[in-house]
């Protein structure tokens, strides 16, 4: 399979807008825009990775905005924040490329499949759009100097794909100045084609463009999900809950990491997604998962959001058990939790209780978690 990364450009001091807040940062209907953009691809199937390259100052900001996203420093200009976004991949190399502005904070799932489809015949793929208005170029005093010819004009757009090992050798045999990435790839010789763009996939730069761009989201209705699970004692020295290992005197029984907590977890967001359950997606008969961290499953159910256009509200995970005590683990748990669904800590709430020595909790079998998930989803008609 393709392996594709993305890196979004959130670098630039987006002078243009005003105020103290980088552009990239200001919220388009309650979320940051270059989390709007980050989004757009986490959930895109073909994507395994997303890089975010960041001003070094805005660290404390990307770090609040961004939670769970890899962060890369970029450098003083767009350039250098491309290479050193590109260098940051070089360890794990992907096939494809797709770098995107932070200020382009719809991302269109069309237009992005028809840059990766190009990219099998071609070393680069932009999307374009035709250029509508008349183009005048001016002269002394503002007087017409002439009009240009705008029927082979074309606005480029983000995201520019490419492959990655020819791009990185561009971009390092390449002078500085360039405004995006195709033009140094042109530069270099690569074979570079444009693709339909998308006007959803606009770049914010002035005010009015964030109340345009507000028009193209989608409606948003909550979805609720619930889910519940068990998992037996059997000889062991720890056990994995909300994805924090505690030692104890006894395991948990199970075909993966027996992680009740984030079992349900998983199930309770598969529930607000009407999208099946944890064992139809992960089979416990396929001996891929004998062992498997629970992270995956819960990871798998949060990219099913993103790729849904959705976002993860609220996470609420009970425990239930006599021991061990799960106090003192809760703020690690909830801190794993977020990280492994890419929220805020603040928007997972872990809890745990007693059944004053009732059932199968009380006699110390078993632990069971039940979980709550509130989603935001596009209203759609199913
Ligand atoms: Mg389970």
Redesign the pocket.
């Known amino acids: 399979m393709t392996r594709i990364q993305v890196l979004i450009v959130a670098a630039g001091r987006g002078e243009r807008l005003g105020g103290t807040v980088p552009k990239q940062y200001l919220p388009l209907a309650g979320v940051p825009l270059v989390r709007h953009a980050a989004d757009g691809f986490t959930g895109h199937p073909g994507v395994t990775r997303v890089l975010v390259a960041i001003r070094a100052e805005d660290r404390a900001l990307a770090e609040a905005c961004l939670p769970g996203l890899e962060l890369v420093e970029g450098g003083a200009e767009r350039q250098e924040t491309v290479l050193r976004g590109l260098e940051a991949m070089e360890g794990d190399p992907p096939d494809l490329v797709l770098i995107h502005d932070a200020a382009r904070p719809l991302v269109d799932g069309a237009c992005v499949d028809r840059v990766i489809a190009a990219l099998s015949d071609h070393d680069g793929a932009i999307p374009a759009l035709p250029v509508i208005d008349t183009i005048k170029r001016a002269g002394t005093d503002e007087r017409i100097a002439g009009t240009i010819d705008r029927t082979t004009l074309r606005r480029a757009q983000t995201p520019q794909g490419f492959r990655y090992a020819a791009l990185l050798a561009a971009h390092r045999a390449a002078a500085p100045g360039a405004t995006d990435d195709a033009a140094i790839a042109e530069n270099a010789g690569l074979d570079v084609v444009l693709v339909r763009g998308s006007e959803r996939m606009m770049k914010v730069t002035v005010m009015e463009d964030l109340m345009l761009a507000e028009r193209w989201l989608p409606v948003l209705e909550p979805r609720v999900g619930s889910g519940f699970?068990?998992?037996g004692f059997c000889p062991g020295d720890h056990v994995i809950l909300g994805g924090v290992r505690i030692p104890h005197d006894q395991g948990l029984e199970?075909h993966?990491d027996?992680?009740?907590g984030l079992?349900a977890l998983t199930d309770a967001i598969l529930g607000a997604l009407a999208e099946g359950d944890?064992g139809a997606l992960f089979p416990p008969g396929e001996m891929k998962w004998r062992g498997a961290d629970s992270a995956i499953f819960l990871a798998e159910a949060c990219r099913r959001v993103a790729a849904r256009g959705g976002r993860i509200a609220h996470l609420d995970l009970t425990l239930i058990c006599e021991r061990p005590k799960i106090g003192p683990h809760r703020e690690a748990m909830r801190a794993r939790i977020a990280g492994i669904a890419g929220i805020e800590p603040g928007r997972v709430g872990v809890k745990a209780t007693t059944t004053e020595g009732l059932g199968f909790t009380g006699r110390r079998e078993g632990i069971a978690a039940q979980a709550t998930a509130t989603l935001l989803l596009p209203a759609l008609a199913s």
């Open positions: 699970d068990v998992h199970g993966s027996a992680d009740a079992h944890i």
